[in-house]
């Protein structure tokens, strides 16, 4: 059985302020590298046999705190780069609520818009399905940690599993520095078998 593990980079400054990153290539603010170091233990538990890190500085910097652990290189790929937000990269949401209210209004709710360079729905679900696809063949039977960004996971997950888009958009996006457990099954395929996972152990239930 082979595991995908797909891991949201710690937190930037941009997250932190509200602004829009998309393929600006911001890095680690200092609570994004503390997640990072926190949760890098409780991965490396999971005993991963690759790790596949979008490009960009603040996934291979999350990514680097897991390959220090594990002794595994992190092999960078492009196609789990966040999307392209075109021309919102670097803004506020205020600003971008403000200047495109309609847009931002249909973004939110996980629709089209009309923003030039802006990466559509389908195209970033179709170039992180492919590296997610691939990255798995990187380890067969095996568990490979995948870092990626929010939406990148979001849309490339739901493509892997072969949503509708409309599924897709019911489907949170990852916390800084969570992750979503995938299994590939030879008879029933990929299956979601956790999702938004922090690391934190699960609070206990007192029974009366």
């Not at 870092?147 to 916390?175: K, S």
Request: proline share 5%; aromatic share 6%.
């Amino acid at each position: 059985m082979t595991r995908l593990l797909v891991w949201r980079h710690g937190r930037t400054e941009w997250n932190s302020d509200a602004r829009v990153q998309g393929q600006t290539d911001t890095s680690l603010d200092d609570v994004g590298r503390a997640e990072a170091a926190a949760v890098a233990p409780v991965l490396a538990g999971q005993r991963p046999d690759a790790i596949v890190s979008s490009d960009l500085r603040r996934c291979t910097e999350t990514a680097a705190a897991l390959s220090v652990l594990t002794g595994l290189a992190v092999t960078p790929d492009a196609r789990l780069r966040e999307r392209h937000h075109g021309l919102w990269q670097g803004l506020h949401v205020d600003e971008i609520a403000e200047r495109w209210p309609e847009d931002f209004r249909r973004w939110r709710a996980g629709e089209p818009v009309n923003i030039p360079s802006h990466e559509t729905n389908e195209e970033l679900a179709k170039r992180v399905s492919a590296a997610l696809r691939d990255a798995a063949e990187l380890a067969p039977d095996g568990t490979v940690v995948v870092v990626t960004h929010g939406a990148a996971a979001r849309f490339g997950i739901g493509a892997l599993l072969g949503w509708p888009e409309t599924a897709v958009r019911t489907l949170g996006v990852l916390g800084n520095c969570r992750w979503g457990e995938l299994r590939f099954e030879a008879v029933r395929g990929w299956q979601l078998r956790a999702y938004n996972v922090d690391g934190t152990p699960p609070a206990t239930v007192a029974s009366h």
